[in-house]
Every structure is written in C-alpha cells, then in structure tokens.
C-alpha cells in the first residue's frame, strides 16, 4: 500500500511557475514509477508526465513537453512537477499516482493522491 499526497497548487497567472509535490509513505516508493495527471472541469482525466523507478526516464503529453519537467527524489520519498510557463488552459486539479506498470493510463497505477488545485488567470 502507498499512499500519497500533493501539495504546491494554487492560483498564478500566465507565464508563472509552480511546483508540485507528492509525498509518498507506506509501500517502498523507490521501485515504483510516478505519474502527473490532471482533470479540468467537465473534462476527463489526463495524462500529464510520468518517470520510471528504475532509470528515471520521463515522458510527457505533447501539451506540456519543454514546460514541465517531472522528477524523484527517493530518499525524500517524493516526486515533483515543476511547471513553468503556464497558460490558462493548465487549470485543472492535479494528481500523482503511483505503482502498477503504468505510464500514459490511468489504469495502469495503482495508488493516487487527493489531488492538488492549479489555477491560471489571464
């Protein structure tokens, strides 16, 4: 069992920058691969960024590659998303998920956090 909970969203404007973390406690976080998903209002959830627990290689969705940038600390047992440059269309609630074979779907982790607020304002 992992369980997980992000912090770091709130309310900025465009072009600003945040950081969101996952705080990972139970099950050993180091062998599990991380995910970044978000769901905006109305729409379903999607895929954000994610990265391996073995050689940490990241992927990200087309809409936020060269903006966001996911990483792990395993001592700290936490993964974060460093969002740069963000737009309005970022808005969304933001989750990190983990365990399973997952990358780019939902069902492929097991674990997932409450999820974290981004706002972006014009």
């Known amino acids: 069992q992992v369980q997980l909970v992000e912090s770091g969203g709130g309310l900025v404007q465009t072009g600003d920058s945040l950081r969101l973390s996952c705080a990972a406690s139970?099950?050993?976080?180091?062998?599990?691969?991380m995910g970044w998903f978000r769901q905006a209002p109305g729409k379903e959830r999607e895929f954000v960024a994610a990265i391996t627990w073995r050689v940490g290689r990241t992927y990200y969705a087309d809409s936020v590659k060269g903006r966001f940038t996911i990483s792990r600390d395993n001592a700290k047992n936490t993964a974060y998303l460093q969002m740069n440059s963000l737009k309005p269309e970022d808005t969304a609630v933001y989750y990190c998920?983990?365990?399973?074979?997952?990358?780019?779907?939902?069902?492929?982790?097991?674990?997932w956090g409450q999820g974290t607020q981004v706002t972006v304002s014009s």
């Open positions: 139970g099950r050993t976080f180091s062998s599990n691969n």
């Open positions: 998920a983990a365990g399973g074979p997952g990358i780019w779907t939902i069902t492929g982790y097991n674990y």
